[in-house]
């Protein structure tokens, strides 16, 4: 995290993946401070008021397990 907040104010927008399978060890433990869960560990802190004071745009890219070929699924979280 800390080469992350080194590039504080350098970008407009961060683009994070998120996991679409069950959460680790370490994401389960991070879970308790985590504000936004649907935008996964990365996500939530790049989005936090502790980060840039909350003033990154975050999108988070989330692989859909499951779906056929051509299929899509339209889920979204706002976050403000």
């Known amino acids: 995290m ?14 994070v993946g998120r996991r679409h399978v069950e959460m680790s060890l370490r994401d389960e433990e991070m879970a308790v401070f985590m504000e936004h869960p649907e935008l996964g560990v ?3 802190m790049l989005s936090s008021l502790d980060f840039c004071d909350g003033m990154v745009n975050v999108l988070v890219m989330q692989e859909s397990g499951g ?7 339209s889920d979204s979280a706002r976050v403000s």
């Not at 800390?2 to 683009?15: E, F, P, R, T």
């Not at 779906?67 to 699924?73: D, K, P, Y």
């Open 2 to 15: 800390n080469a992350i907040k080194k590039l504080q104010g350098d970008y407009d927008l961060v683009m």
């Open 42 to 44: 990365i996500g939530d």
């Open 67 to 73: 779906l056929g070929c051509g299929a899509f699924r």
